[in-house]
């Protein structure tokens, strides 16, 4: 196991594989990084396995979620080939196999142990090339595991467990000089245009910036529950409209498609002017094309705040739509 950056490696390599879980939320994350990574070695081709993670964006419906994840990645050409759940396929590690990728980077999070073996059954001849966190003595699994790594880059629990501080760390380590990137996210342009679309559909117009303000709003955490009560949004887009300056401005609530039918009904009991309802239900870029057009977020905590970092929309926690002027 070396402890040096592979940088000297991955300047001689035509192709490279990473093998990662991921979710959307880490993909906003990856797409930064791996633009950067393809100016620093421009003569390597990338290829990704991935495993999708569930998220409430994308239901639980596994198949709809790769779909999305494959929509994503063929809207952008850093990519060669993608995997996906390659565990379920002896077909796909075939394929990876006769790729007799050079060097394999595991960008995991979680099932370490479990990826190094991959990564040595696609390629025992290949430089494999991961993280390590501090284990237990007994954990002698992970620690065997650890040996079949040639290079690896030792890392806190913190930098592991948070998101960017991961991915820093690690294209830090594989490019040979710090790196600390926003997330990015490129929408594809039908996308752009069908956002376009649904705000002429709902009235709202942006010509106007003053009366045409829209505020995004998200109450529900990555898992798809209610963190702030709706009567508590309710309560408080009544106050805010209740004062003249902000009496014109348009919401649109985002609700999880499972949670659709239930956030209809209490805003069907609960109506509001000029409040409009979002849902993610057929592909992922509603939402990011929506909220670009959007003015500010008000949400919970999660990938709603990354996305609107991601496409430099302000963003705030949802209990300052109570005071609102502190925040213009």
Known sequence: MQNIAPTGLLQSIERILFVMDLSVRDFIYFQSYITDFAHIYPQTKVDLMIKPHEHFFLTRNKSFQIKVLQDIFKEQRLISNVYFEPNNSQKLIRQAQSMKYQSIVLLDKNAQTQNIKLAIKLNPKSSLIGTTTKTKWYNVLKKQAYKSLNFSLEMTPHEHAEL?????????????????LKPLLNIPKKWVVYAKLRFMKWGITKKNQEFGRVFFINPFDDDGNCSCAL??????????????????VNFILHTPPQKFHEVKRFFADHSINNLYLLSADYDFFQIPAI????????S?????????????????????????????
Request: aromatic fraction near 12%.
């Open 291 to 298: 909220l670009s057009l959007c003015d500010a977020v008000f």
């Open 231 to 248: 009567k508590t949004v309710f309560n408080a887009i009544i106050t805010l409209k209740q004062k003249d300056e902000w009496g014109d």
């Open 164 to 180: 960017n501080n991961f991915y820093s760390s690690m294209f830090s380590y594989l490019s040979g000089k710090d790196i600390k």
């Open 300 to 328: 919970v905590d999660g990938l709603c705040v990354d996305l609107a970092s991601a496409l430099n929309v302000r963003a705030f926690k949802i209990d300052k739509l109570n005071n609102i002027e502190n925040n213009e």
